[in-house]
Nanobody
């Protein structure tokens, strides 16, 4: 019954920034660890980040793919049922559809960048081009 709606994508020049939003409906966000994933044309889905729940000692800890570290920032606002992904210094190869989904259970209070059971939603298109 959980549904995620991604937004905030668009066309941006290389080096530009975007802030993506992921709004959950059908439940409350707070118990879930959430991941951000992307799929470029012709490629597999790739995990870029995750953020743990604020419940159970995880305290909203974030993890990042090596390619994202230092440029991507994931955050959450459970009161708004929303997870954000701030992306800075975007690169053309990061053109993709970006998705958010619940991730598998945390390990030692760290989120894991693998999606749990569920289907990909619509995502939001990020295009990095001159």
């Amino acid at each position: 019954q959980l549904q995620f709606v991604e937004s905030g994508g668009g066309l941006v020049q290389p080096g530009g920034s975007l802030r993506l939003s992921c709004v959950l409906s059908g439940g409350t966000l707070d118990p879930y660890a959430i991941g951000w994933f992307r799929q470029a044309p012709g490629k597999e889905h790739e995990a870029v980040s995750c953020i743990s729940s604020n419940i159970g000692g995880s305290t909203g800890r974030a993890q990042y793919a090596d390619s994202a570290l230092g440029r991507f920032t994931v955050s959450r606002d459970d009161a708004k049922n929303t997870v954000y992904l701030q992306i800075d210094s975007l690169k053309p190869e990061e053109t993709a559809v970006y998705y958010c989904l619940v991730t598998i259970p945390t390990v030692r209070n760290r989120c894991v960048m693998k999606k749990a059971r569920g289907s990909w939603g619509q995502g939001t298109q990020v295009t990095v081009s001159t």
